[in-house]
């Protein structure tokens, strides 16, 4: 019994230096996060929908050493044209410029070269698997400007109750948290991308992210100048009694020369890819890379069977285009999103700037544009040059726009607004016409 007593105790004090290396070890996973995070700060001058004027810091992560490319959030650089900088740990702020930003993950790389040629440190990504549930994390960022901060915590689960599937943790994520690293504290190798915070009261600590499963193809794909870009995939899917969206048609307005997926078909497998899909984001994974040859095994009444074709890619989100005049940003419509049952016009407005000749006569942010003096208009150059007419003429326009109405029982009603146009320019990140 003494000799079992005895060994115990050594046992008990093997393990106790073990449990202190782990501690030890967190506490290095976050020093050595400070050498790859960064702080990224944006400055939106004119939004498109999605997005909001002004000037936030959030955060990223070097994904790319050679290339100097940082790794962030798409909606800490936005959808729209905006001067980006960072600034590593230590140093002052530098531009960077937008390499990609995808239309479907909120995620974006950016390039970003020090001015004093310091070499950069990549962060280590975990690109094969996501971290089981109970996993240690840890989230590092500028949570309201506390900077190179860490917080602790695990994985929650996934979800894909919302737009995109995302890691669920409990570690603490605030503003300035975004875009920066979710780190595994046993590998210290990055699971996600700090994303977002539940906004309920109630709610404690139920924070997303964006797992690296699916931003390591995005990265893969452009260090091989390929096109990363997700497909156009103007179909609705079916959700199931818990609320997460499966791969189930409900309703499809993919075009005739495109893949023929229909209605109450159940995507499993996309071939060049592993395992059966589940989600639309599992889905898009897949099929990145693949768009003009795309083989789906799909079931239809119980029976399976393959069906070939290609995909469309959604259009660059930095080729987007604006025409901006008298306070109001009119824009094609954001198209990566489920189809709708209402058939929304092709121009809408993003922005109302407050103040403005626009936002006096009542024009608001989701007016969708029909007519400009009476002629129907399909595109941003028919708009901009019947405005450039009235300039011209040194008249007002007249605008024809329809309005979501909840009062009609979620129906469109039509308007009339008399603009005196001011102010008339094109916007883009090139500033160039479509």
């Not at 399976?304 to 987007?320: Q, Y």
């Not at 025409?323 to 419509?333: D, E, H, N, Q």
């Not at 150059?381 to 009235?390: P, R, V």
Request: aromatic share 6%; with cysteine.
């Amino acid at each position: 019994m003494k000799r079992i007593l005895g060994l115990l105790a050594i046992a008990t004090v093997a393990l106790a230096p073990a449990a202190a290396l782990a501690q030890d070890d967190s506490e290095r996973i976050f020093r050595k996060a400070q050498a790859y995070t960064v702080r990224v700060k944006t400055s939106v001058p004119v939004p498109f929908a999605g997005d909001k004027r002004g000037t936030l810091i959030g955060a990223g992560f070097v994904v790319d050493a050679g290339r100097g490319w940082i790794m962030t959030n798409a909606h800490v650089v936005s959808r729209s044209p905006a001067r980006v900088q960072v600034a590593f740990h230590g140093q002052e702020f530098g531009p960077a410029r937008k390499v990609y930003v995808d239309p479907f993950l909120d995620l974006a790389v950016i390039e970003a070269r020090p001015e004093d040629g310091r070499r950069l440190a990549a962060a280590e990504l975990e690109c094969q698997d996501q971290p089981a549930m109970g996993h240690p994390v840890g989230a590092y960022g500028h949570p309201w400007r506390f900077y190179y901060t860490g917080t602790r915590g695990i994985v929650s689960g996934v979800t894909s109750k919302y737009r995109t599937e995302y890691l669920q943790t409990d570690a603490p994520i605030d503003r300035g948290n975004s875009g920066g690293p979710l780190i595994s504290l046993s590998s210290g190798k990055i699971v996600g991308i700090n994303t977002a915070a539940m906004k309920e009261p109630k709610s404690k600590n139920t924070n997303f992210a964006v797992s690296m499963k699916y931003a390591c193809r995005v990265l893969e794909l452009l260090q091989a100048g390929r096109d990363p870009s997700p497909p156009q995939l103007p179909l609705v899917f079916f959700r199931n009694l818990d609320g997460e969206r499966t791969v189930k048609v409900a309703r499809s307005l993919l075009p005739d020369n495109e893949i023929a997926l229909r209605t109450g078909q159940m995507i499993k497998t996309v071939e060049g890819m592993p395992g059966r899909v589940s989600n639309p984001t599992q889905l898009i994974h897949a099929l990145r890379g693949r768009l003009e040859a795309v083989t789906l095994t799909v079931e239809e009444n119980g029976a399976e069977r393959r069906i070939s074709g290609r995909l469309s890619p959604t259009a660059s989100t930095l080729s987007r285009n604006g025409v901006f005049v008298s306070g109001v940003l009119f824009a094609l419509r954001d198209t990566f999103r489920e189809v709708a049952d209402i058939a929304f016009p092709e121009i809408e407005v993003h922005y109302v700037e407050d103040g403005s000749a626009g936002q006096a006569i009542e024009i608001e942010a989701m007016d969708f544009l029909e007519q400009v003096d009476g002629r129907a208009v399909k595109s941003l150059q028919e708009l901009s040059d019947l405005l450039a007419a009235a300039v011209r003429e040194q008249r007002p326009a007249l605008l024809t726009l329809r309005r979501l109405d909840i009062a009609e029982e979620i129906g469109m009603s039509s308007i009339e607004r008399t603009l005196q146009v001011e102010g008339l320019r094109w916007i883009g990140e090139s500033q160039n016409r479509p």
